[in-house]
């Protein structure tokens, strides 16, 4: 199975700032890479599909890149509502492997 | 809207098995695969399996062949998952989810299953 990697694995940061996730795959999965935000007792939301495509409905300061094995989703400017745990998930081979989530927290 | 319902918290024993319904509205059912995703307490998401409720065909993580088995009512636009022979390392929050272009849009709001004697 592909491995997925996400660092860090918590961050504390303040709103406003700019925030870096990244996701590593064990091996080349194109551009089949999706981020998930997590909010606690919640379901995931898609935010970006794709490596790229930013969702109808999320904000534009969320942004995906990346392809072949490394992969990065950036918030621009972090709001209060922006807390929450992130998750990768490849789909590009089975099974599907999601990373084992970023919780960003307020400094 | 588009959404999946999916059916209530249960309890069982370990050995025992568990049915987990997802009601679908809002779409034509039978156009989008539904998945299905487990999150055990405090820990990240783990993908089972899908299936295309076009045609019935599934496909199963191999950790779960066996145990899991997703089915689908179209008359009724729900899917079902079952696990059988549970044990307390199933306890978990399990998803539905419809996959979308090339996304989880939207999930269930999500299932507990505790395994517990």
């Known amino acids: 199975a592909i491995q997925m990697t996400q660092s860090p694995s918590s961050l504390s940061a303040s709103v406003g700032d700019r925030v870096t996730i990244t996701c590593r795959a064990s091996?080349?999965?194109?551009?089949?890479l999706g981020w998930y935000q997590q909010k606690p007792g919640k379901a995931p939301e898609l935010l970006i599909s794709a490596a790229s495509g930013l969702q109808s409905g999320v904000p534009s300061r969320f942004s995906g890149s990346g392809s072949g094995t490394d992969f990065t989703l950036t918030i621009s400017s972090l709001q209060p509502e922006d807390f929450a745990t992130y998750y990768c998930l490849q789909d590009y081979n089975y099974p599907w492997t999601f990373g084992q989530g970023t919780k960003v927290e307020i400094k | 809207q588009v959404q999946l319902v999916q059916s209530g918290a249960e309890v069982k024993k370990p050995g025992a098995s568990v049915k987990v319904s997802c009601k679908a509205s809002g779409y034509t059912f039978t156009a989008y695969a539904i998945h299905w995703v487990r999150q055990a307490p405090g820990q990240s998401l783990e993908w089972m399996g899908w299936?295309?409720?076009?045609?019935?065909?599934?496909k199963y993580s191999q950790k779960f062949q066996g145990r899991v088995t997703i089915t689908t009512d179209t008359s009724a636009t729900t899917a079902y998952m079952e696990l059988v022979s549970l044990r307390s390392e199933d306890t978990a929050v399990y998803y539905c989810a419809r996959y979308y272009g090339s996304g989880f849009d939207p999930w269930g709001q999500g299932t507990l299953v505790t395994v517990s004697a």
């Open positions: 299936i295309n409720p076009g045609n019935v065909n599934t």
């Open positions: 091996q080349g999965i194109l551009n089949y």
